[in-house]
């Protein structure tokens, strides 16, 4: 069976570099956009260039260096928007003009001050004003999974007729549920005539946690382009995860799915953004955090030394990371501890030595709770040299 194509549409120096404390500079821009170039992102979202003559410099640069990805400028639904975008990336051949405009009810009358009838006016001048001056055009409806269904198909309907190539649905808020999205998607895609000829998006904030699943369960009923950040930065909770988006695909190969970005360059990529945003990666963030392939339990411990399969469902290698890392601690397995030394050229340990450790090792982390590899080889060096344990035992319990 042939596998479906999804295009990864980056957004991490636009609606990444949006969020408090993310701004970047011109040259940290380029570099993250050759990074993900260099992966074979589909699209780089480089900037909103009617926001700054600091944001218009940033994306034309972008355009002027990145090699591959087709590079895309933000704009809003006016003419003046779009000239300013245009000003960007003219002269690049694989350019996107990506124009949004709100379409739920509170946005429409609370921030735009527009009737439905202006807002699809708007979206009919706009996109087809765009088209005269740009190879690809996207449609964005802001708040569209907070906005009234038959409304949205309309506005589906006037984008398409009016020449956007892509169209894409935001969860601005983050609001939407997994299942809600996959029927909401479905619907539309069923609605609207000629949507089939059109790559349909999602872009999807994380204010309760389910961007990623969000854009899965898109995916599922027929979208085609996922928009998503490195590290999963953005406004409020972020956006989607790229790297989660990106290793879901690759690691869940019965859903046939392909994308053209290379796993192996995330760990760097994580870690450059995070360096160069200041956003520390927590250590349990799913396939770039340092606890991905680090296994301190026993029971984990074992398992892996067995057969790496029972407990990491991706390698190290294949996000780029180092190598799974037995982490010597309060939990570990005399399993572990047994590896460790092996690995440490402690090779003609035996069973009673081992266990003599073990027990000297488990005894002291009682006491200290952050004893780790340099206690554990202290401790074997006294077995090996044959100190007494019943010291080792009457010392730590007149200490407690
Ligand atoms: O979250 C949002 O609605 C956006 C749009 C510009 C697509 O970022
Ligand atoms: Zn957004």
């Known amino acids: 069976m042939s596998k479906t194509k999804i295009d990864i549409f980056d957004t991490t120096l636009r609606d990444g570099e949006q969020c408090p404390g993310a701004s970047m500079t011109i040259d940290e821009k380029l570099l993250i956009a050759e990074g993900l170039d260099e992966a074979g992102v589909d699209i780089i979202e480089a900037g909103f260039p009617a926001s700054s003559p600091t944001d218009l410099n940033a994306v034309r640069q972008i355009a002027l260096n990145v090699k591959n990805s087709r590079v895309c400028g933000l704009s809003r639904c006016t003419i003046s928007d779009i000239d300013r975008a245009y000003d960007a990336l003219k ?22 001050g527009k009737t439905p009838e202006q807002v699809i006016e708007a979206i009919n001048e706009c996109v087809s004003y765009a088209k005269n001056r740009f190879p690809e055009v996207q449609w964005s409806c ?121 796993g192996t360059k995330l760990s760097a990529l994580s870690k450059m953004v995070s360096s160069i945003t200041g956003f520390v990666v927590p250590p349990n963030k799913a396939i770039v955090g340092s606890n991905v392939f ?5 029971i984990h411990q074992h398992g892996v030394l ?5 407990y990491e469902i991706m390698a190290p290698e294949d996000v780029g990371a180092e190598e799974s890392k ?3 601690g309060k939990h570990s397995g005399k399993h572990a501890i047994f590896y460790f030394l092996h690995s440490r050229g402690y090779k003609d340990i035996t069973v009673n030595q081992l266990d003599d450790i073990f027990m000297r090792f488990k005894m002291g982390v009682e006491i200290d709770k952050n004893l780790g590899e340099a206690a554990l080889l202290k401790i074997t060096n ?19």
């Open 142 to 262: 802001e708040d569209g999974t907070r906005s009234d269904p038959e409304f949205l198909y309309r506005c589906f309907d006037t984008a398409i007729k009016a020449g956007a190539d892509i169209v894409n649905i935001a969860d601005t808020v983050g609001y939407i549920l997994p299942h809600e999205m996959s029927a909401l998607v479905k619907d539309i895609l069923t609605n609207v005539d000629n949507i089939d000829q059109k790559v349909f998006s999602v872009h999807c904030h994380n204010d309760l946690g389910n961007a990623v699943a969000n854009s899965m369960a898109s995916i599922g009923v027929g979208a085609r382009q996922v928009e998503c950040t490195i590290n999963g930065i953005g406004e409020r909770a972020g956006n989607a995860s790229l790297e989660e988006l990106v290793m879901t695909m690759k690691v869940r190969k019965d859903l046939d799915l392909e994308c053209n970005f290379d």
């Open 294 to 298: 680090a296994h301190e339990s026993g």
């Open 306 to 310: 067995q057969h790496r399969g029972t």
């Open 91 to 112: 002269g690049r051949d694989n350019a996107r003009l990506h124009l949004f405009i709100s379409t739920s009810p509170l946005h429409m009358e609370h921030k735009l």
């Open 382 to 400: 006294e077995v090996l040299a044959g100190e007494d344990v019943m010291e080792i035992k009457k010392k730590s319990v007149s200490q407690s």
């Open 326 to 328: 037995i982490v010597i």
